[in-house]
């Protein structure tokens, strides 16, 4: 992928970005656990992981247990795909959990748990995409190459051109382009926890905290965005369906966790054990059409008419 080319004048501001920017970052850092001068690649992987479409704040509380229960690729590989998912409770979206557990097997059988360094070893494991592949090149051997999160998408947009209202932002093809051409040397690591957290806590996507920012000479955004703060705005629905009052996403993770807990559970039981005032017919309908996706998914298995996890 060849670098967007900037002029000498956009060169010069986004030199000063990158300096205000990094001495923003030094007195005003998220504290992490994962945030280590030497990182094992392995710990990146889990925690890049159980980042997708997780707070970091839930990666705080989830990722020492479960590096605790398995500390290596080894021993995650060699474990039940079971116990990953009971390790796994509480974080949701399990499809990740089963990805993180076949990337280690292929990272055991494949590589005998050393770890690749070249992106496109990288994305050959199951579950990697673009991002994580980069992000762990970054953060776990500081290679000079650029990744694009929600936050690093949404603050390089608004610096880089004027947008229109909270909302918009660049293509992310765009943004890796521009990500590349303004990199910092021997900084990769640095830079991009700057971007982070300076996306999550102050160029943040409904209220950005633009009175306060220390780019806002440099932003392109920045008046458009202060003349929307006090404009009411209604917040967009993510378009989820909801049955009986909660997405089917919950009722996946409530279901995995009654088979989990029981190691076995018909759908008849599944559906009393979860049933309240809903009507009979209609959520059991909901729960025999989730437990055929898991089935489906490699997630459970029959057995004696009852559903248990793989193992």
């Known amino acids: 992928m060849s670098a967007i080319r900037l002029s000498a ?49 839930r990666i705080e509380e989830f990722l020492p247990r479960f590096l605790k229960k398995f500390p290596t690729i080894r021993s995650l590989s060699s474990a039940r795909q079971s116990e990953v998912i009971k390790q796994w409770q509480g974080l949701g979206y399990n499809r990740r959990a089963l990805n993180l ?5 292929e990272l055991q059988s494949k590589h005998s748990s050393h770890f690749p360094n070249t992106e496109d070893e990288l994305l050959e494991l199951p579950g990697i995409g673009k991002y994580t592949a980069r992000a762990i090149l970054i953060f776990a051997f500081n290679k000079p190459v650029a990744t694009v999160d929600v936050n690093i998408q949404r603050l390089l947009s608004r610096l880089c051109r004027k947008m229109p209202d909270r909302d918009t932002m660049l293509p992310s093809n765009t943004i890796f382009e521009l990500g590349e051409s303004i990199l910092p040397a021997k900084k990769s690591r640095l830079w991009h926890e700057a971007l982070m957290d ?12 633009c009175n306060d920012c220390p780019l806002f000479d440099q932003c392109r955004s920045g008046r458009t965005l202060i ?17 009986f009052g909660q997405p ?7 279901i995995l966790k009654i088979i989990a807990e029981h190691e076995a559970a018909s759908a008849t039981m599944i559906s009393k ?6 009507p009979k017919s209609e959520f059991s309908s909901l729960i025999r059409g989730i437990l055929d996706d898991l089935v489906a ?3 459970c298995q029959m057995k004696n008419k009852a559903y248990c996890l793989i193992q």
Request: aromatic share 12%.
């Open 9 to 57: 004048s956009e060169k010069k501001r986004f030199h000063i970005i990158q300096k205000e920017l990094i001495e923003w970052y030094k007195s005003n850092r998220r504290q992490f656990s994962w945030r280590k001068n030497i990182r094992d690649p392995y710990e990146v992987l889990v925690c890049e992981v159980m980042g997708q479409q997780t707070q970091a704040s």
């Open 101 to 105: 557990h076949r990337a280690a097997k």
């Open 198 to 209: 300076f996306g999550a806590t102050i160029c943040t996507k409904r209220n950005p905290k």
């Open 227 to 243: 003349d929307l703060i006090d404009i009411p705005k209604k917040l967009s629905r993510n378009g989820e369906p909801k049955y």
């Open 248 to 254: 089917r996403r919950i009722w996946r993770g409530k």
């Open 273 to 278: 054990t979860l049933q309240h005032s809903f």
């Open 297 to 299: 998914e490699g997630f």
